[in-house]
């Protein structure tokens, strides 16, 4: 059963070219992750500073595992840095 995981950020428009490419960055590493399947990227409409990823993930154990990943902890690291703020996670079954 696939999972899957609404990640939330809080967007600054003095931060947001830096964080895109982080993120471009993520998702690079993740692409080469077991058990990613995809993720697509929103923006909030009626909240400009406000985005979401939804990740689609083979397994809560796939996920727990990129979770885990050292090259995602640092990038994930750099993200929350320059956004002041802990990234939000929720997880979904499908």
Request: aromatic fraction near 8%; include cysteine.
């Amino acid at each position: 059963m696939s999972v899957k995981i609404f990640i939330k950020r809080k967007v600054q428009d003095d931060n947001a070219v830096e964080l895109t490419l982080l993120l471009k960055k993520l998702r690079a590493l993740a692409l080469s992750q077991p058990g990613y399947i995809s993720g697509e990227t929103f923006n909030r409409i009626d909240k400009k500073d406000e985005c979401i990823v939804v990740g689609t993930w083979r397994s809560l154990e796939d996920w727990n595992n990129w979770v885990n990943n050292p090259k995602r902890i640092e990038v994930q690291s750099e993200i929350d840095k320059l956004l002041g703020e802990e990234t939000e996670y929720a997880m979904y079954n499908s």
